[in-house]
């Protein structure tokens, strides 16, 4: 009976554990080998957990792909204290290139790749920034 109760234990530990180590080696092969584009900020919303707002902040944004599609995402994500984020501004984020549907915040490693989509104007102006 002992082992049993251990067994179960050890997978009910062992779950939360190996999931987020596959998300985490999902985000980086995204990090890596993602399309990197700027998205829109539409809405902002915090995150509440067991009724008590966090730190992470749900991001509603909308995406312009460079075969033109257009689509809102929604990224939940921590943002440091002292930065502000509102709606209009762009963002860095990443595509996964194995699951279109999942993205995440773009490293500044992964921001070297990055692919303007937009307007003429919008292009302009992203260019401008970055140099």
């Known amino acids: 009976m ?23 080696l999902r985000e980086n092969y995204a990090q890596k080998h993602g ?5 829109t900020v ?14 992470a902040m749900k991001i509603n944004l909308w ?3 460079p075969d033109g599609g257009k689509r809102q995402v929604s990224v939940s994500t921590r ?14 984020i990443v595509i996964d290139p194995k699951d279109p549907k999942r993205v995440s915040p773009a490293t500044p490693e992964s921001m070297k790749r990055v692919q303007l ?6 292009r302009r102006q992203m260019r401008k920034q970055r140099m």
């Not at 399309?35 to 998205?39: C, E, F, I, P, Q």
């Not at 539409?42 to 730190?55: C, Q, R």
């Open 2 to 24: 002992k082992i049993w109760f251990w067994i179960g234990l050890a997978v009910i530990v062992a779950i939360p554990i190996v999931r987020f180590l596959l998300q985490r």
């Open 63 to 65: 995406v312009q792909e």
């Open 42 to 55: 539409i809405s902002l919303e915090p995150v509440k957990v067991f009724g008590k707002i966090t730190p």
């Open 117 to 122: 989509t937009g307007s003429r104007e919008q």
């Open 79 to 92: 943002i440091p204290e002292g930065q502000t984020v509102s709606a209009g501004m762009m963002l860095p």
């Open 35 to 39: 399309t990197v584009l700027y998205a």
